[in-house]
Nanobody
Framework: VQLQASGGGLVQDGGSLRLSCATSGRSFRNYAMGWFRQAPGKEREFVAAISKRIGSAYYSDSVKGRFTITEDNDKNTRYLQMNSLKPEDTAVYYC??????????????????WGQGTQVTVSS
């Protein structure tokens, strides 16, 4: 079971990036797929998640309206489109998969499988 995150990089304030999370080893169709991020000296925080079982997508207040999570089950890949990036979005971004339910979809402990992280740096 493997999650591979990619797509990070350096972008200017107001720019865009699209992160990808490719999964392999099993089917994650019925799992919640989440994105978390961790900035230096800070705790890992929830960014967004999508779950067919629960329905719809979920976002933290800090990224709502700017980030969009989508999935392509044929390619076993989930995406995080990040627009209007801000310097405070700078962090290592992780994708994760797990049997999260609605009440725990924003909690890192609800996710079993994690990717290795990809660095996003937004310059001012």
């Amino acid at each position: 079971v493997q999650l591979q995150a990619s797509g990070g990089g350096l972008v200017q304030d107001g720019g865009s990036l699209r992160l990808s999370c490719a999964t392999s080893g099993r089917s994650f169709r019925n799992y919640a797929m989440g994105w978390f991020r961790q900035a230096p000296g800070k705790e890992r925080e929830f960014v967004a998640a999508i779950s067919k079982r629960i329905g719809s997508a979920y976002y933290s207040d800090s990224v709502k309206g700017r980030f969009t999570i989508t999935e392509d089950n044929d390619k076993n890949t989930r995406y995080l489109q990040m627009n209007s990036l801000k310097p405070e979005d700078t962090a290592v971004y992780y994708c994760a998969a797990g049997n999260a339910i609605l009440s725990s979809i924003h909690l890192a402990r609800a996710y079993t499988y994690w990717g290795q992280g990809t660095q996003v740096t937004v310059s001012s």
